[in-house]
């Protein structure tokens, strides 16, 4: 292998008024020229913070690089000043961070922002600096250069402002690419586009990546080795198909079978109890060994040492020749499908029904805000939702799913339509009428930080609802329902008396969720709940969701672009385009059998962990157009590969290809 990383016994640890915060305790790893390496692992396991050591980033004062070696080629990072980092970072070594929002400045236009990244610093003729900034903002899938150059990160979607942060590490054609999350906030389609420009860019230039997600089919696709990173150690590094056909380590081992799929249907997933250690403490042992079911007594006592052979290499006592272990010297990952067949339900009443559904928001000019023209978010929905029954909606970010949800609650006013709940129509109901009924569905946000109240304890956002409701006789018992409900999704009834900033993610989310329970709601609209969370942390908050549907009855109304999800919790799918539903059906229907052209393009763009799986990916060209000048016709023949003349004539009506399986196109009607 030509390296071109090569990282020693890295140690970062950060002051802290708790202590010293090992946050990167020795780790060593190396990247070849033109190589891919996925470091995975959970939040809280020192990912970032190692990329961040990489280019001496680390915040300051509190955190420092306590030893260690990183080599780039012949240059040894570690040992340059400031002046001399600046000529690296960018030129040598770039990174995409992981929320564009706060790495993008507010007030500059992001033309202005690619430009400054350039390695001629700008130097260029402003004709050739601009040409060159478009051509990036085009090769990263943006449908519209010349526009996006002069507009502002407030005017992009996530999925837009995260392409425009791999525009700037690219432009000045890096040796290594740090990529951090790169497409947590991308749809497949554009995710399948932005990892095809890196494939590209490492063919043509050698370029090397370093991937940090929690994305395993991503790596799957992408890696071609990975490490896994645990408590600020590297436990497993192995060839990507060695660690898919079977990882070692028991922790590699249970993040791979939390993953949820269709085989895992009817069941729980399974989960890996407890949290990661905090790296204040000085370990003795193994830092797995109390969420391990391997661990024994020699575990806790003794640290386990690297052991490698054959290019693979393991920090576990399991696999070290000189230790006398009581456990099978394997840790299986072969599971069986679980045994129960999910039995059909009768048929049941809807509990919420939406008929043509239209959010149409004006859009204004001028000096008087004259009324120029509507942007159709949402432009004749129609779905329903059974007693007990979960609706997946997916489609790309732009095509109306969150406002839909925001139209059915009636927190955003439908410009057209019905949405009847339990027999009650929403939207000609006035504010007292609506307060009133509003315990009966409910939210759950898909950033559960930013939707809780940093500024009240837990115990309080959780019984607000009930004190809005009037539910319960007084303060007492409505306390002891908040801690009973906190208990009730897998929090102490302590945390109460806590702040939203005190807990992790997977721990936000599951008090937004015991914030939505407090007032025992019948339908939860739930957009986004496990994007941002960690492949262990989202089985977790799964099983709890699937367990309440099973306990409570509860329906719920799923948006995500998560598909492995939609397998496994849905029970229907409907798939959204620019407004309008193309495709709707039970799971098996839409998931195994998809009939609209951009269903199967959502479909084959989904990254698997079967590496064996050789599946055409259907790519589509350019961006959903925009809402507020939609194609005559079918709105998805400009990007659809079986388009026909008649397609760009008039919007196709509903085709019955079953009871329940139904879609809007011309190649089945």
């Known amino acids: 292998m030509n390296t071109l990383l090569n990282v020693e016994s890295l140690r970062t640890y950060f002051d802290t008024p708790e202590g010293i915060v090992r946050a990167v305790d020795g780790i060593d790893f190396r990247i070849g020229r033109g190589e891919t390496l996925a470091l995975v692992g959970e939040s809280g396991c020192g990912k970032s913070i190692s990329a961040l050591s990489l280019l001496q980033l680390v915040p300051q004062p509190a955190g420092r690089i306590v030893s260690g070696h990183v080599w780039l080629g012949e240059l040894d990072v570690l040992g340059l000043a400031e002046r001399e980092m600046r000529r690296v970072r960018g030129r040598r070594m770039a990174m995409i961070f992981q929320e564009p929002?706060?790495?993008?400045?507010?007030?500059?236009?992001?033309?202005?922002?690619?430009?400054?990244?350039?390695?001629?610093?700008?130097?260029?003729?402003?004709?050739?600096?601009?040409?060159?900034?478009?051509?990036?903002?085009?090769?990263?899938?943006?449908?519209?250069p010349q526009r996006c150059y002069g507009e502002y990160p407030h005017q992009l979607s996530g999925g837009m402002k995260q392409r425009v942060m791999i525009a700037i590490?690219?432009?000045?054609?890096?040796?290594?690419?740090?990529?951090?999350?790169?497409?947590?906030?991308?749809?497949?389609?554009?995710?399948?586009?932005?990892?095809?420009?890196?494939?590209?860019?490492?063919?043509?230039?050698?370029?090397?990546?370093?991937?940090i997600t929690h994305d395993l089919g991503m790596v799957a696709g992408m890696a071609d080795r990975v490490a896994v990173m645990y408590a600020g150690q590297i436990v497993e590094q192995a060839s990507r198909s060695a660690f898919f056909a079977g990882p070692r380590h028991p922790y590699s081992v249970k993040l791979l079978r939390s993953l949820p799929s269709r085989l895992k249907r009817g069941g729980a997933l399974e989960v890996i109890q407890g949290a990661v250690?905090?790296?204040?403490?000085?370990?003795?042992?193994?830092?797995f060994a109390d969420r391990c079911d391997h661990a024994w007594e020699h575990c806790l006592a003794h640290a386990p040492r690297w052991v490698e052979q054959d290019g693979w290499g393991v920090r576990c006592h399991l696999f070290d020749p000189q230790v006398q272990t009581p456990a099978p010297a394997a840790a299986p990952l072969a599971q069986a499908a679980d045994s129960r067949v999910e039995t059909p339900r009768p048929a049941a009443t809807a509990l919420l029904e939406v008929t043509d559904l239209k959010v149409h928001f004006p859009i204004l000019k001028g000096v008087f805000r004259h009324v120029v023209g509507q942007v159709r978010a949402v432009d004749g929905v129609s779905l329903a939702i059974p007693r007990g029954r979960t609706l997946a909606l997916v489609g790309e970010s732009g095509c109306g799913k969150t406002t839909v949800g925001k139209g059915i609650l009636q927190l955003v006013r439908p410009t057209a339509g019905s949405v009847t709940f339990d027999g009650q129509e929403l939207t000609t109901m006035g504010k007292v009428e609506l307060r009133r009924l509003r315990r009966e569905f409910q939210v759950i946000f898909q950033d559960p930080y930013g939707s809780l109240n940093p500024r009240m304890l837990v115990g309080d956002i959780v019984e607000e609802g009930m004190r809005a409701q009037d539910i319960g006789s007084g303060r007492e018992e409505r306390q002891t329902r908040a801690a009973a409900l906190l208990h009730h999704v897998g929090l102490t009834p302590e945390s109460r008396l806590r702040y939203p900033h005190e807990f992790s993610g997977g721990q936000r989310q599951r008090i937004s969720i015991a914030r939505a329970l407090a007032v025992e709601p019948r339908l939860i609209i739930c957009d986004e709940p496990t994007s941002a969370l960690d492949v262990s942390v989202q089985a977790q908050i799964l099983n709890l969701l699937k367990g309440l549907q099973d306990e409570m009855g509860l329906s719920y109304l799923f948006i995500t672009h998560n598909l492995s999800v939609v397998e496994y919790l849905a029970h229907d799918v409907a798939v959204m385009y620019l407004g309008r539903i193309v495709e709707t059906g039970t799971m098996a229907e839409v998931m195994e059998s998809p009939k609209h052209p951009y269903t199967q393009a959502l479909l084959s763009a989904v990254p698997t962990?079967?590496?064996?799986?050789?599946?055409?990916?259907?790519?589509?060209?350019?961006?959903?157009?925009?809402?507020?000048?939609?194609?005559?016709?079918?709105?998805?023949?400009?990007?659809?590969?079986?388009?026909?003349?008649?397609?760009?004539?008039?919007?196709?009506?509903?085709?019955?290809?079953?009871?329940?399986?139904?879609?809007r196109c011309y190649l089945y009607g």
């Open 101 to 144: 929002q706060t790495s993008l400045n507010p007030v500059l236009t992001i033309g202005e922002q690619i430009r400054e990244a350039l390695p001629e610093g700008g130097g260029l003729a402003h004709g050739d600096a601009r040409a060159r900034v478009v051509e990036l903002i085009t090769a990263v899938g943006i449908s519209d």
């Open 277 to 287: 250690p905090k790296l204040t403490q000085a370990f003795l042992g193994c830092r």
């Open 169 to 211: 590490a690219l432009a000045a054609k890096p040796d290594l690419l740090i990529a951090d999350e790169p497409t947590t906030a991308l749809d497949v389609t554009i995710q399948a586009q932005v990892l095809d420009l890196l494939r590209e860019l490492q063919r043509s230039t050698g370029m090397a990546l370093l991937m």
């Open 609 to 663: 962990i079967d590496t064996d799986e050789k599946r055409p990916v259907i790519r589509l060209q350019g961006d959903i157009p925009s809402p507020a000048r939609p194609p005559a016709g079918c709105h998805f023949h400009p990007r659809c590969p079986q388009a026909m003349p008649r397609c760009r004539e008039a919007y196709p009506d509903i085709t019955e290809l079953s009871a329940t399986h139904k879609l």
